[in-house]
Structure formats: C-alpha cells, structure tokens
C-alpha cells in the first residue's frame, strides 16, 4: 500500500495576485494593469503617502503632476514653490526632502533614479520601507515593502503575537519569503488587502483570498493583530497669535526658522508655546507691535505627532501697515502661499472666516 500523497502546499502568492488582477485599486500614481511604472511617479507617491491617507494624497499628487511632470521640473522648481504646493498635507520635512532628492536625480544622477532599495536609500527622505516600495512597485526588484496594511495582513496570517514594532524584523522576514516575480504588484496587492479586506476593524474575512490558511481567524484573534504598544500620553501646549490685517484685506505672515518644527513654512506672529495661556497682560507684550489687538473668542486646537496645541488668537485691524519685518499676504493669495494647516486655522480662526479663502485651489494651467 502506497503512503498518502501528501497536500499540496497552498502559494499564497498565486493566491493574492490573482484576487489583485480582479480587484485591484485605480489610483492616480498606479500604472494600468499590463504597464510599466514611471519611477518618478512611484517615488512621488510613496513620498506623499508617509503617514497620509490615499484619500488626503490624491489632489496633491495630481496638482504635483500638473506643476511639475518630471524630477527636471521639480528639481529646477524653488523651495517656496514646493512648499506651498504642500501646504495642508503636513509633516513638511518630506516636502524639503522630496524636492533635495529631486535635485539629487535631476542634477547627479543624470535625471535617472536609483533601481535598487540600496540606492534609493541615498535619497533625502527615503527610508527602509521606501526604497523597498519604489524598488519593488518601479523595478520588480523582489523586495518586502512593508507598511502598516502589510504588516497587519502577515501579522494576521501567520499569528503573530510579538508586540508591535519589536515585530517588524518578523514580519519583514515571514513576507520576504512570499514575494514572487511580481514584486511590485504583489506589494500593491498587500497594500489593497490590508486597505480593502483586511482592514484593523471587523474584517472582511470571508471575501480574503487568505482565508482559508489565516491563523488567526482560525484562533478568532484577527481583530486583535498586530499587538500595538500603548501610546505615550502627549504633552499639552499652549499659546497665543496674532492675526494682523491691513485696510487691503492683507494679513501679515512670517517665516518660520529654516531648521525645526514647520521649517521654512509661513505663519502670523506667535508667542512661546508653554504649559499655560498668558494673561491678556503678558499676551499683548508678546505682539509683534503695538495696536487695538482684541481676544477672538475660543481657541484654536491642533495636534503634532509629539504634543497638541492650544492657541489663542488676538486680532488687529491697521489703517498702516506697521514696520515690521514680514510679508503682507493679499486675501485672494493665503489659500496658495506655504502655510501649513495648523497656522491655517489660526488665520481663519482670527479673521472668523473658514470658508472659499483656505479652500484648496486647483493649480494653474
């Protein structure tokens, strides 16, 4: 009598290549199904994407595209440009990086980017998970580009219980091994599941090409995976602006240092961040000048990746534009120039006014 044959083992690859040919998403930065990837594109894209939802990128990456189409004209665009490009989608050191590398390609490497991860990782602001993107999505380099939709999928899949991010050498290595030829839609078929399926909350096991082989849906501990450390409490700033606006409708805007917090990037006048509001006494001895400085009533609340802020903001109407060192930003300019979301609100919050003047404008022709 023969041993029985011994099953087959399933290829989860196959598996989740085929869903993504079915159900793959349309996004603005993909390639159609059966094209090559632009690299610049990809890059991007990817860029955008740190810590932003694909929802938040689309509009920008569009605007980005129609502004400049390649890395030649990124690169040869200013700094000022690109910023207020950005404006709104945060975390503004990957705008400085995206355009210090696209002066990198455009001006060292003969407009052309690097093809590997290794080499991609000698642009500004291109990490790990990045360049493992690019490489992957670009040049089907076979690599594991892991963000956080990846990492819950194989979290899910293979059970694993190490908490978060002491899991990631794991995780990296337990999708390593399934990336196949197909590097780069395999990596945007992960990103789809994650996205689409396998979302953090209830999710939607019995349409996911993995089902069958989840370990965790067979212990019923999906939803619990991946195991995230708990949070830090973040500390709690407060403060005081002052909205400035001449007879014209301009508002006064100044830039901030070239290094830290918000770089380079426009905001009105501001008092010291501490733990406590000033009394309207030591507020009006923070302003940039003497005026008719009146409280708006509440305040203006945002928060940082590492602390939230509280400001309160005082307006001034001025006959004559003061002597002072800043810019006068005509009402009809404040939704264009390099002013990140946070001083947005502080604006909108002194000139009571929320409306058509911040709305997001499309990119001249």
Same mark, same amino acid.
């Given at each position: 009598?023969?041993?029985?044959?011994?099953?087959?083992?399933?290829?989860?690859?196959?598996?989740?290549?085929?869903?993504?040919?079915?159900?793959?998403?349309?996004?603005?930065?993909?390639?159609?199904?059966?094209?090559?990837?632009?690299?610049?594109?990809?890059?991007?894209?990817?860029?955008?994407?740190?810590?932003?939802?694909?929802?938040?990128?689309?509009?920008?990456?569009?605007?980005?595209?129609?502004?400049?189409?390649?890395?030649?004209?990124?690169?040869?665009?200013?700094? !000022?440009?690109?910023?207020?490009?950005?404006?709104?989608?945060?975390?503004?050191?990957?705008?400085?990086? +995206?355009?210090?590398?696209?002066?990198?390609?455009?001006?060292?490497?003969?407009?052309?980017?690097?093809?590997?991860?290794?080499?991609?990782?000698?642009?500004?602001?291109?990490?790990?998970?990045?360049?493992?993107? /690019?490489?992957?999505?670009?040049?089907?380099?076979?690599?594991?580009?892991?963000?956080?939709?990846?990492?819950?999928? /194989?979290?899910?899949?293979?059970?694993?219980?190490?908490?978060?991010?002491?899991?990631?050498?794991?995780?990296?290595?337990?999708?390593?091994?399934?990336?196949?030829?197909?590097?780069?839609?395999?990596?945007?078929?992960?990103?789809?599941?994650?996205?689409?399926?396998?979302?953090?909350?209830? %999710? !939607?096991?019995?349409?996911?090409?993995?089902?069958?082989?989840?370990?965790?849906?067979?212990?019923?501990?999906?939803? +619990?995976? %991946?195991?995230?450390?708990?949070?830090?409490?973040?500390?709690?700033?407060?403060?005081?602006?002052?909205?400035?606006? !001449?007879?014209?409708?301009?508002?006064? +805007?100044?830039?901030?240092?070239?290094?830290?917090?918000?770089?380079?990037?426009?905001?009105? %006048?501001?008092? %010291?961040?501490?733990?406590?509001?000033?009394?309207?006494?030591?507020?009006?001895?923070?302003?940039?000048?003497?005026?008719?400085?009146?409280?708006?009533?509440? /305040?203006?609340?945002?928060?940082?990746?590492?602390?939230?802020?509280?400001?309160?903001?005082? +307006?001034?109407?001025?006959?004559?534009?003061?002597?002072?060192?800043?810019?006068?930003?005509?009402?009809?300019?404040?939704?264009?120039?390099?002013?990140?979301?946070?001083?947005?609100?502080?604006?909108?919050?002194?000139? !009571?006014?929320?409306?058509?003047?911040?709305?997001?404008?499309?990119?001249?022709?």
């Amino acid at each position: 009598m023969s041993p029985p044959a011994k099953a087959k083992k399933p290829n989860l690859s196959e598996r989740l290549l085929s869903w993504y040919d079915i159900h793959r998403r349309v996004l603005p930065w993909r390639a159609p199904k059966g094209k090559h990837a632009e690299p610049y594109r990809v890059w991007l894209s990817e860029i955008m994407l740190q810590q932003t939802t694909v929802q938040a990128v689309g509009n920008y990456y569009r605007k980005f595209l129609s502004l400049w189409p390649d890395v030649a004209a990124l690169a040869n665009a200013s700094e !000022d440009d690109v910023l207020a490009a950005w404006a709104g989608l945060g975390y503004y050191a990957r705008a400085r990086n +995206l355009h210090a590398a696209a002066r990198l390609v455009a001006h060292e490497m003969g407009g052309k980017f690097p093809a590997t991860a290794e080499r991609l990782r000698a642009l500004p602001g291109v990490g790990g998970y990045t360049s493992a993107a /690019i490489a992957a999505i670009a040049y089907d380099e076979k690599q594991a580009a892991m963000d956080a939709n990846a990492e819950r999928v /194989i979290a899910r899949i293979y059970a694993v219980e190490t908490p978060m991010p002491k899991a990631k050498t794991e995780l990296h290595a337990l999708c390593s091994a399934l990336v196949p030829e197909r590097a780069g839609d395999f990596a945007q078929a992960l990103m789809d599941l994650g996205s689409a399926i396998c979302t953090p909350k209830r %999710p !939607d096991c019995g349409n996911c090409p993995w089902t069958d082989y989840c370990r965790a849906r067979r212990r019923g501990i999906q939803e +619990l995976l %991946p195991i995230k450390a708990p949070k830090p409490a973040r500390p709690l700033k407060r403060g005081v602006a002052f909205v400035a606006r !001449d007879k014209s409708g301009a508002v006064l +805007l100044v830039k901030r240092p070239e290094k830290g917090l918000l770089a380079s990037m426009l905001q009105p %006048p501001l008092g %010291p961040w501490t733990e406590a509001f000033p009394s309207s006494t030591k507020a009006l001895e923070q302003a940039p000048f003497a005026a008719k400085w009146k409280k708006r009533a509440g /305040i203006v609340h945002h928060g940082f990746t590492h602390f939230e802020l509280e400001t309160e903001v005082y +307006l001034a109407d001025v006959s004559k534009r003061p002597r002072f060192k800043g810019d006068w930003i005509a009402a009809e300019r404040l939704g264009e120039v390099a002013l990140p979301t946070v001083m947005r609100k502080i604006v909108a919050h002194g000139l !009571d006014s929320g409306g058509p003047l911040f709305a997001l404008r499309k990119p001249r022709p």
